[in-house]
């Protein structure tokens, strides 16, 4: 009877471990600061840690997000990422930063985080945002400065500047790289381009609309 309630232990625990070890572990370790030198560094979450011993304040700081992004083009907004690739010492840490600048009527067209949630506030402007769920339900709201709204992860969502005015907003994301996806961009921009009767059939177009809008330029505001 023992052995029957120690496989069953075993089994439950065996279980558990499974589902721990389905998600990314907590990091072991005060900091794990990216390095690009790999004889010297220890790889973690995608870049290789530097010797804890030459850290500095360096690895963690950023400079310059006091300062408008250009939204000088088709789009009328800027995107100003501030993760791992900019502050090295993010790695292992699972969070960044965004500042995001709009001209008058800007757009950040609808987009995906694949590894992140973002939750943005409003500093200037008014913006009508929103996001799209799993099953089609379209969730949205104005915002006014001091607002602050939640974007889950994996959701296509966009922020419009409405106001005849400038608007700046600050978001943060729960990835040290959340990525980013832009759905006009990615589908008829992608590279090799998506064979065009792929995109006929899904978006019910006609054949020369798509190779139109596969042969026109889309703007990356990142």
């Known amino acids: 009877m023992k052995g029957v309630h120690f496989h069953a232990a075993f089994v439950l625990l065996a279980l558990a471990f499974t589902l721990a ?18 004889k010297t560094g220890v790889f973690v979450n995608g870049k290789f840690c530097k010797d804890p011993k030459l850290v500095t304040a ?13 939204t000088s083009n088709q789009l009328g907004s800027k ?4 993760n ?13 930063l ?21 939750i943005l506030t409003v500093l200037e402007g008014t913006l009508y945002v929103g996001f799209v769920t799993s099953d089609n339900r379209l969730i949205t709201k104005v915002l006014y400065p001091g607002d602050v709204f939640v974007f889950p992860i994996g959701l296509i969502h966009f922020q419009f500047n409405v106001g005849n005015t400038n608007a700046l907003a600050l978001a943060g994301l729960s990835s040290q790289n959340p990525g980013v996806i832009t759905i ?11 064979n065009p009767d792929v995109l006929v059939k899904a978006f019910q177009l006609d054949l020369n609309i798509v190779k139109q809008l596969q042969s026109q330029f889309w703007m990356d505001n990142n």
Not at 58 to 70: R, V, Y
Not at 85 to 96: K, M, Y
Request: glycine residues 8%.
């Open 21 to 38: 070890s389905a998600f990314d572990p907590s990091p072991l370790q005060d900091f794990c600061v990216a390095i690009n030198d790999t």
């Open 84 to 96: 791992v690739l900019q502050i090295l010492g993010l790695n292992t840490l699972g969070i960044s």
């Open 98 to 118: 965004a500042r995001i600048d709009f001209a008058p009527y800007g757009l950040n067209p609808p987009h995906i985080h694949p590894r992140g949630t973002e």
């Open 79 to 82: 995107v100003t990422q501030v």
């Open 184 to 194: 006009a961009k990615n589908v008829f921009g992608s590279n090799p381009a998506i």
């Open 58 to 70: 360096q690895d963690f700081f950023f400079q310059g997000l006091n300062k408008p992004g250009n």
